[in-house]
């Protein structure tokens, strides 16, 4: 029988279940992995959390993230939202791991630029297996704005405390998007695989005529061709070609969509159910953002 999920909703409750002393500041900790200790009655435990989660680990730890292995050999950086599910994969002792983990509640940047810039941090929602790889000396950056934030709370709470915290946990995040962004230059041979694959797939759904039976092509389903998910498929193909995978497909149906207006006499409302629209009217808001004209008005042109 499947494990219930257990909901933590704050860092004190995490803390408990973790087996760690009471957290110094309420809305964000640093914990020390060598300290962590899983028991054989914990294993196959599920859990969730209203909390972010940052970590680097040295190597096998014994935990699932959603449906993918948690594991690795070598230090590796992991970020998580709020709502992710963690189930315990095997018994751990003190010392079989070495790292630390930080944990923050959202209220943490609640009213702050932080909180209006989560979106662009979109490795939280990146699948385990497209963990950042870190360099030595990336590791020693990420590990001093751990130690600021770490010195921070661990000193007496002021008016500033928030600030100071915070602007040290945008400038971690920052540096993510950095080593994120060498990660994606470094790997650029498998990148342009993607890409190219991706517009094969593209060209393939609507000449296998699957438009007409699923709609509109999603980046979910190219991303699961590719097995990644669908932010990091999104974020690789922005950073191979300057566009969204979503521009890409706009772009690549109403290019067909012209061929169609001029080579063909369907209707307008058939090109659009043809090409996947529920709505015709959609069809056409998409067709004239892009060109400037609507369906009738380039046929006529033309």
């Not at 909703?9 to 408990?16: A, P, R, T, V």
């Not at 297996?129 to 130690?147: G, P, R």
Request: aromatic share 10%; proline share 3%.
């Amino acid at each position: 029988m499947e494990r219930k999920i257990v909901k933590v909703k704050s860092l004190s409750e995490m803390h408990q279940k973790l087996g760690y002393p009471a957290p110094k500041h309420p809305l964000i900790s640093v914990l020390d992995t060598s300290q962590l200790e899983v028991p054989a009655s914990a294993v196959g435990s599920r859990t969730t959390s209203d909390l972010y989660m940052i970590s680097i680990k040295d190597k096998n730890c014994g935990m699932e993230y959603g449906r993918n292995s948690f594991d690795f050999n070598e230090g590796v950086m992991v970020f998580s939202a709020p709502g992710q599910v963690y189930t315990s994969t095997r018994e751990m002792q003190r010392g079989d791991v070495h790292g630390w983990m930080l944990h923050f509640h959202p209220d943490l940047i609640r009213n702050t630029h932080l909180a209006e810039a989560m979106d662009d941090y979109s490795f939280f929602n990146y699948d385990v297996y497209e963990a950042l790889h870190l360099s030595a000396e990336e590791e020693q950056t990420v590990n001093d704005c751990i130690a600021n934030i770490k010195h921070e709370y661990e000193q007496r709470i002021d008016n500033h405390s928030q600030r100071v915290i915070v602007s040290n946990l945008e400038l971690l995040l920052n540096y993510s998007l950095r080593f994120y962004e060498r990660q994606f230059n470094t790997r650029t041979g498998r990148s342009k695989d993607v890409v190219s694959a991706f517009e094969k797939s593209l060209k393939a759904y609507y000449k296998e005529q699957k438009a007409l039976e699923l709609g509109l092509p999603a980046i979910e389903g190219f991303a699961a061709e590719a097995n990644l998910s669908k932010h990091y498929f999104s974020d690789l193909i922005k950073k191979e070609t300057g566009r969204s995978p979503k521009d890409h497909i706009n772009e690549f149906i109403v290019d067909r969509a012209k061929n169609m207006l001029i080579g063909s006499e369907l209707t307008v409302s058939e090109i659009a159910y043809d090409l996947g629209f529920n709505y015709p009217h959609y069809f056409t808001r998409l067709f004239k953002t892009k060109t400037g004209k609507t369906p009738v008005e380039y046929r006529s042109a033309n």
